[in-house]
């Protein structure tokens, strides 16, 4: 299994910054990708930003070139640094962690709780 714990949300102005923190735990040597998922009340869970094999990245249209996404190299931790925040960012930010084998016989999310931002206008 694998635990993911979440940080670093709260209530900021719009043009504000904010970085989320997630911490993994457990069978972390098996992860394949780590990444950030919001859901916004009366709305779908979307995707924000994804880090494949500690590098390769990927973003949501509306994340580009305001939100950046890191991850340490040892896969215990993944990162989400947001600019230029806007009110449409309000929502609750998920972690999400992909792992495979050795320890699972294929690919199994595993989430984290949740972390709300909120962006006041």
């Known amino acids: 299994q694998v635990q993911l714990v979440e940080s670093g949300g709260g209530l900021v102005q719009a043009g504000d910054s904010l970085r989320l923190s997630c911490a993994a735990s457990g069978d972390t040597i098996c992860i394949s990708a780590m990444g950030w998922f919001r859901q916004a009340p009366g709305k779908e869970r979307e995707m924000v930003a994804r880090?494949?094999?500690?590098?390769?990245?990927y973003y949501a249209d509306s994340s580009k070139g305001r939100f950046t996404i890191s991850a340490d190299n040892a896969k215990t931790a993944v990162f989400l640094h947001m600019d230029s925040l806007k009110p449409e960012d309000t929502a609750v930010y998920f972690c999400?962690?992909?792992?495979?084998?050795?320890?699972?016989?294929?690919?199994?999310?595993?989430w984290g709780q949740g972390t709300q931002v909120t962006v006041s206008s």
């Open positions: 999400n962690a992909v792992a495979a084998k050795p320890c699972f016989d294929g690919d199994v999310d595993f």
């Open positions: 880090i494949i094999d500690g590098s390769i990245t």
